[in-house]
């Protein structure tokens, strides 16, 4: 099972500011996910990248996935406290018909006002 | 629309009871479903996934067992629960070939 490594694992921000999370492995991702995941609350899919050096926007949400295909940033511009959460990425682990994730243990986020 | 439940929401229960989550699916027919634990804001581990009434695949041992009696029920049992089985638990359907939709959780407390 492949070992996700995200970084840092805390992130403490005033509002506006910007920020970067990442999600790393030693070996090649299939393709990768992005979830949110709110206090209390099951993650929400973000964004899924599949192509080496894929660029997805979603609002000020800027996703980048590695050459490489083994590594993957999450970017927010001018972050609001709604953006508070925990970041998780995630990898398929064996096939579609499975369609079992293997998670990285997160990054938590806190935009204060 | 597809919609998942879980309950109950909280649950606090001394050391050595029985346990017993559940997790439905509505508007949708023969989902893979998903058990994960999460500690407390940290990654999901997954405990055991379905891919059908009958069928449980169990990704790491512990304590705990799962069953799914019906197409769109998926539950969680333990028959003597630990200080460790302390999480919060969620419950996922397979949307897509890898995109999971997550219900709620449980956060269970074992004094």
């Known amino acids: 099972t492949q070992l996700l490594e995200q970084s840092p694992q805390f992130l403490s921000i005033q509002e506006g500011e910007n920020l970067t999370v990442y999600c790393n492995s030693s070996?090649?991702?299939?393709?990768l996910q992005w979830y949110r995941q709110e206090p209390g609350e099951g993650p929400v899919l973000l964004v899924t990248?599949?192509?080496?050096?894929e660029v997805k926007k979603l609002k000020r949400l800027t996703f980048q996935f590695g050459d490489a295909r083994k590594d993957s940033s999450l970017h927010i511009t001018a972050a609001q406290p709604g953006d508070t959460g925990l970041y998780l990425c995630?990898?398929?682990?064996?096939?579609?018909?499975?369609?079992?994730?293997?998670f990285g243990q997160g990054t938590i986020l806190t935009v204060h006002p | 629309s597809q919609t998942i439940h879980q309950w109950p929401a909280t649950l606090v229960q001394p050391v050595g009871s029985p346990l017993s989550l559940e997790c439905t699916v509505e508007g949708t027919s023969n989902p893979n479903l998903y058990w994960y634990r999460q500690a407390a804001g940290r990654g999901l581990q997954l405990l055991f996934y379905?891919?059908?009434?009958?069928?449980i695949s169990s990704e790491v041992p512990q304590n705990l067992s799962a069953s799914r009696p019906q197409d769109r029920q998926f539950i969680l049992s333990s028959k003597k629960l630990l200080l460790s089985d302390s999480g919060f638990y969620l419950c996922?359907?397979?949307?897509?070939?890898?995109?999971?939709?997550f219900g709620p959780g449980t956060r269970l407390t074992v004094l």
């Open positions: 996922a359907w397979k949307g897509g070939p890898w995109e999971q939709f």
């Open positions: 379905s891919v059908g009434i009958g069928q």
């Open positions: 990248v599949v192509t080496g050096g």
């Open positions: 995630a990898e398929p682990a064996g096939g579609t018909s499975y369609g079992k994730l293997t």
């Open positions: 070996s090649v991702f299939s393709s």
